[in-house]
């Protein structure tokens, strides 16, 4: 039988044979096809570290995100292959696509396209136990396997001392290791009803240099000052809130200070997760700060018993890259 267009289009972006793959996209062929084993023809061309091919499929509409049944995009296998260049190109157009993307979801807000408000997770029930605190769906919302990472956040805005901010209390695991700087003022801002109960019995309103402020990071940001250290780690907001919060940093930051934040964008897909951290890199670049991540091996805190009665497992890459960032003027 003979082949599809869109079969002899693999065939030709295994080979990275850019004319072929010119010819047959010019006469109609489908770049958004999977084949019977779930691969796109850029699967294959990154796969077989062909970049001018990549380059080709995604000019011709071919999806930088599309996933295999195996959860595995073009990048992962430019990536897990070592082919730099294809990577770069997936990366690029990854990055491109979500500025944009960006873009477009602030243009339909401003017109009040916007649906929902997303403020369920904070109107919901949550419960604690030992190890985590999970919201009404068995979310997680905060567990103790990120113990060590919030501790290595800890150090990163604890750095100068003075005045730390931290938003989002959760199980207080950053809040706790924050005190063991001795801070000169500490303030938490926490807009969960219960995290705030709980915070309150467990004695934080009581500490000298702790200042709590109950309410979301959105509508108390009068009550904040300038901050030598700032932490941001909330739940059930978006990768646009977080982009949110960055337009408040130069107010909320101190020249000389350090910003970090939990870095769990698309924390289960290796090449969306790299998308997303120079993707944060690059608008807080265009907002004067550098941003310097360090990796954290994470694969041993991790069992699989970790997940028990949880919903989703949110990380499951084996490194967390933890994200430092700082005015570009202070290293100028
Ligand atoms: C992932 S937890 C923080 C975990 C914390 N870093 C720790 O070490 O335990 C997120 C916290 O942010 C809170 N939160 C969610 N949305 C918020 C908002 N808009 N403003 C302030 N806090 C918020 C949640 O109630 C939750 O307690």
């Known amino acids: 039988m003979a082949k599809s267009a869109e079969e002899q289009l693999c065939e030709a972006a295994v080979e990275g044979d850019c004319a072929k793959i010119g010819d047959l996209l010019s006469a109609g062929a489908d770049p958004t096809y999977f084949d019977a084993s779930g691969m796109t023809p850029l699967m294959y061309a990154a796969r077989h570290g062909h970049a001018d091919s990549?380059?080709?499929?995604?000019?011709?509409g071919a999806p930088w995100n599309a996933l295999s049944p195996s959860n595995i995009s073009a990048g992962d296998l430019a990536m897990e292959h070592a082919h730099q260049e294809a990577f770069d190109v997936l990366l690029n157009a990854g990055i491109q696509a979500e500025l944009v993307l960006g873009t477009?979801?602030?243009?339909a807000e401003r017109n009040g396209e916007k649906e929902g408000g997303g403020l369920n997770y904070l109107e919901d029930r949550v419960s604690f136990s030992e190890d985590k605190?999970?919201?009404?769906?068995?979310k997680a919302v905060m567990m103790e396997w990120e113990r060590p990472?919030?501790?290595?956040?800890?150090?990163?805005?604890?750095?100068?001392?003075?005045?730390?901010?931290n938003v989002g209390f959760g199980m207080g695991l950053v809040d706790e290791a924050i005190q063991r700087y001795g801070p000169v003022e500490h303030t938490i801002v926490e807009a969960h009803p219960e995290v705030y109960e709980r915070m309150l019995r467990s004695g934080w309103g009581k500490k000298e240099n702790v200042k709590i402020v109950f309410g979301r990071w959105q509508d108390v940001l009068p009550q904040?000052?300038?901050y030598d250290g700032v932490f941001f780690d909330t739940y059930g907001e978006y990768y646009e809130d977080l982009r949110q919060f960055h337009q408040h940093l130069p107010r909320l930051l101190k020249p000389g200070g350090v910003?970090?934040?939990?870095?769990?964008?698309?924390?289960?897909?290796?090449?969306?997760h790299v998308v997303y951290c120079q993707l944060?890199?690059?608008?807080?670049?265009?907002?004067?700060?550098?941003?310097?991540?360090?990796p954290l091996p994470v694969k041993d805190c991790l069992t699989e018993e970790v997940w028990e009665g949880v919903k989703r497992k949110y990380w499951q890459l084996d490194t967390y890259y933890l994200p430092?960032?700082?005015?570009?003027?202070?290293?100028?």
């Open 149 to 165: 990472l919030m501790e290595a956040h800890a150090r990163a805005v604890c750095g100068g001392g003075g005045k730390v901010l």
């Open 54 to 60: 990549a380059r080709l499929l995604l000019s011709a």
């Open 133 to 138: 605190l999970m919201d009404s769906e068995s």
């Open 259 to 272: 910003y970090s934040y939990f870095n769990g964008l698309c924390g289960d897909n290796a090449f969306f």
């Open 324 to 332: 430092v960032c700082q005015p570009l003027s202070d290293s100028e």
């Open 104 to 107: 477009i979801a602030r243009v």
């Open 224 to 226: 904040l000052e300038s």
């Open 280 to 294: 944060v890199a690059l608008e807080l670049g265009n907002l004067g700060y550098s941003t310097q991540f360090i």
